[in-house]
């Protein structure tokens, strides 16, 4: 049989509370029974000092224990005597386990002196039966006088036996282990089968507490389970109840989540391969215009024709560049080699390879670079690579006349390139998208350009392996201003 969660939850929380329950239970079963032997048994030992005052003054008629000891008879008629005068109120122990006070004989009603003790019988029953057998009498050397004693008895709990200011014995009462009477067993049996029946109550609510909390716990689960499973089918629009804050709800918001994170996923790979196909469509269908063009005679085979099918496999083959850089670095494949690097010198020379187009376009170009050098630890072909999409993508999408401010600087143990243009520029709610993939502004950053999209999302992967950050937004100069920021090397 297979269990659900539910089911083993319960079977779990019933047993907890069964075992504890069963376990209160047998300690208060066993305690119940040796507690009330204990009570009874302190509620004897408070009747000895009074029997051991007769016995007192019975030594002290006589001189010694021997007549006693050859008559124990005697001993028991003295204590029948003595627990008959504790029943009809001469003195009855006090609430603390001590005797009261004998009251003053003239508070006491007469009595017959000539009254003669109560005859002692072995056979007799009940607790008075049971106590003659367990009172017993030591000598003051320990020994025994009446009745039978352990050596290892515990001495504080002998009551002294004195006449004459001085200890003649002493006086001791065993323990009345298994020697309940009737209806002292009785009273245990009673509370015994109380707590049976509280056990029985305890193990019903128990039950029902273990059922709606099983419930309550494992029907969050479950619905998180079904919401995975659904996942795994490829269901993406699964949204699991979500109550409360505890673990289990926390649970259902990360189930929802990457139910979110795996449709947003899904959504971008189609729009990746969409776009990845308009972008090889795009070079790919010029190439073939110009060539059927060429074939149909329709455009003559020249110089000019060659060069435009060229410059559309120059573009082509940047694109499958791009990509093929960008998949290393997904990976993790794409190497770097770290050296000390002065990044004005290295801003110099990419600034130098881009002024001659940037003069044919109409833009203009203003540096501020500080007079000392900034060394940064990076890898020299990467980095170029970085600063020179920086520089492009800044030419690529400024209107003529324009101009292109770059600013170098040294802040905070940081290097900050900042690389400004002048309009058009991207609203602010769009410029951290400009760092996807394929991500292009079909209004003035568009495919018109030149760009292929994936110059950002390079630049960012560059960065990210420096340790550095970029980000995009718009600039002073009504453009934008890409802001890159790497560590300085010591």
């Not at 308009?278 to 020249?302: C, K, Y």
């Not at 794409?334 to 110099?348: P, S, T």
């Amino acid at each position: 049989m297979k269990f659900r969660l539910i089911h083993k939850l319960l079977i779990a929380l019933f047993a907890s509370a069964a075992l504890v329950l069963l376990l209160i239970l047998w300690v208060a079963s066993v305690n119940i029974g040796r507690g009330f032997e204990d009570f009874l048994a302190q509620r004897e030992r408070t009747l000895m000092p009074e029997f051991a005052a007769v016995l007192g003054n019975w030594y002290e008629a006589r001189g010694d224990w021997t007549e006693l000891k050859q008559n124990p008879r005697r001993f028991h008629q003295m204590l029948s005597s003595t627990l008959v005068e504790l029943r009809q109120g001469d003195r009855l122990p006090a609430a603390d386990g001590r005797a009261a006070r004998r009251p003053p004989p003239s508070d006491r009603p007469d009595r017959k002196r000539d009254r003669k003790p109560p005859k002692f019988r072995p056979e007799q029953s009940g607790r008075d039966g049971a106590l003659h057998r367990r009172v017993f009498l030591l000598d003051p050397e320990y020994r025994a006088v009446i009745g039978h004693s352990s050596r290892q008895f515990p001495k504080d709990k002998l009551v002294p036996v004195e006449a004459g200011g001085s200890v003649v014995g002493w006086l001791g009462v065993v323990s009345p282990r298994a020697m309940l009477a009737p209806t002292e067993q009785a009273f245990v049996k009673r509370m015994q089968r109380v707590l049976w029946l509280g056990l029985g109550l305890g193990l019903a609510v128990a039950a029902l507490l273990a059922w709606f909390l099983a419930r309550h716990l494992g029907q969050p689960v479950s619905a998180a389970a079904s919401g995975i499973r659904k996942l795994a089918s490829g269901d993406y629009s699964v949204q699991v109840p979500q109550h409360g804050s505890d673990e289990i709800a926390q649970l259902s918001g990360d189930v929802n989540q990457l139910a979110h994170s795996l449709s947003e996923n899904r959504n971008a790979r189609q729009r990746w391969m969409a776009d990845m196909a308009h972008e090889l469509r795009t070079p790919l269908s010029i190439i073939q215009g110009e060539m059927e063009a060429i074939t149909d005679g329709v455009r003559p085979f020249n110089e000019s024709s060659l060069t435009s099918i060229h410059e559309e496999v120059i573009n082509l083959n940047k694109l499958v560049d791009d990509l093929h850089l960008l998949a290393l670095s997904d990976s993790g494949a794409l190497a770097y080699k770290m050296e000390h690097l002065n990044l004005n010198e290295l801003l110099e020379a990419c600034l130098d390879s881009v002024r001659h187009r940037a003069l044919e376009k109409g833009i203009r170009i203003e540096t501020k670079l500080p007079s000392t050098p900034v060394t940064v630890s990076a890898d020299e072909l990467r980095l170029r690579q970085l600063v020179r999409i920086l520089l492009d993508n800044a030419l690529l999408y400024t209107d003529a006349p324009g101009v292109i401010e770059v600013t170098l600087s040294g802040q905070d143990n940081l290097a900050v390139l900042s690389v400004n243009d002048s309009p058009p520029g991207v609203p602010k709610e769009e410029c951290d998208r400009l760092f996807e993939r394929l991500y292009r502004r079909e209004s003035s950053r568009n495919r018109n350009s030149g760009g292929s999209g994936l110059g950002l999302a390079i630049a960012r992967k560059v960065t990210d392996a420096h340790g550095g950050t970029i980000k995009a937004e718009p600039g002073h100069l009504g453009g934008l201003c890409v802001k890159l920021e790497l560590p300085v090397s010591s």
